[in-house]
């Protein structure tokens, strides 16, 4: 069987019929050699970045919950502290500069930036654990942390840490002025969730998928929480439903899984509710479950008229 000449051998036959130069050769061998998936190497430093960082916030946390009793004031804050410190610094130090990073620095830095967020806001817990309002201080330096730290480095944790963050800010803030109550929760996480899935379709995050999977099951999730209050259940299953319809509304310009996972969900989820409700707890389970298949093949024929419309076939 006849032997398939190397690249190496390619190239040099290229050199010798003045195809390419000798300098063109090698710049095609080494741009060659980058795209080669290498195989069978594991991201030792990739992984140990994200345990390392994952480690020093949970020890932190954990030395300090199991030495509360026996730690001064400053003690405690000393370890969140130095904690915080340690995760922003090696999240500083791998993203390597404002310049531009590789994608393993861009995800270990981003990461290590997130936990950072978590460690900032668990200081200044502790520091305030006395004090009203403690919560939602520290869930806001937290909140502040986790924007910064993702305009700097975009990535997937700083998406998910950011919108935490806001969904906590907004529940602590409002535990220390007006009280928790269904409504006001409710409304609040699914507003914060609204505004995050607004910042990714407006395509202001880099993570626009990821963005819209935080945002949309913060508002779902938000909208969901009014049905403990009895008063509020004909609006928890309404705004879920228009919550639905308006992502599958989307879907007609804009293709996106995420919406249409989001849409055929609370959709789904707002029926039988919806059902439920007007008949008074009459409707079976199954005959719930019957009319949330009937929706679902509902939208599933809206959307091919939609697909076939727009002359997608």
Not at 48 to 63: E, S
Not at 98 to 110: D, E, I, K, N, P
Not at 119 to 124: C, E, N
Request: hydrophobic residues 55%.
């Amino acid at each position: 069987m006849k032997r398939e000449p190397s690249v190496r051998e390619v190239l040099d036959r290229l050199v010798g019929d003045a195809v390419l130069s000798p300098e063109q050769a090698e710049a095609v061998e080494r741009a060659l050699r980058a795209r080669e998936p290498r195989r069978g190497r594991v991201p030792w430093a990739e992984v140990a970045g994200y345990l390392g960082g994952g480690l020093v916030l949970v020890g932190a946390v954990l030395l300090v919950a199991t030495s509360w009793g026996r730690w001064g004031e400053f003690a405690r804050i000393f370890v969140t502290g130095a904690a915080a410190v340690v995760l922003l610094a090696a999240g500083g130090g791998a993203s390597g500069g404002l310049g531009r990073r590789s994608a393993v620095r861009g995800r270990v830095s981003g990461t290590l930036l997130a936990l950072g967020a978590g460690a900032v806001a668990a200081t200044v817990g502790v520091a305030l654990s006395d004090r009203a309002g403690a919560g939602a201080v520290a869930c806001g330096a937290g909140l502040v942390v986790a924007v910064v730290g993702y305009v700097l480095v975009p990535s997937v944790p700083g998406v998910l840490a950011s919108a935490g963050f806001l969904a906590a800010t907004l529940l602590f803030t409002l535990d220390a002025t007006v009280g928790i109550t269904a409504l006001n929760a409710g409304l609040a996480v699914a507003g914060g969730g609204l505004l995050v899935a607004g910042l990714a379709f407006g395509r202001v995050l880099p993570h626009r998928e990821t963005g819209l999977v935080a945002g949309l099951a913060l508002a779902v999730a938000g909208f969901q929480h009014l049905l403990g209050d009895e008063r509020a259940e004909p609006a928890a299953y309404l705004l879920t439903f228009v919550l639905g319809a308006g992502c599958l509304a989307l879907l007609r310009w804009e293709r996106s899984w995420v919406l249409l996972v989001a849409g055929v969900a609370a959709v789904s989820i707002a029926v039988p509710e919806a059902v439920w409700d007007l008949t008074g707890g009459a409707v079976g389970g199954a005959l719930l479950v019957l009319i949330a298949g009937a929706v679902l093949l509902l939208v599933s024929f809206a959307g091919f008229r939609l697909r076939r419309d727009a002359g997608g076939g």
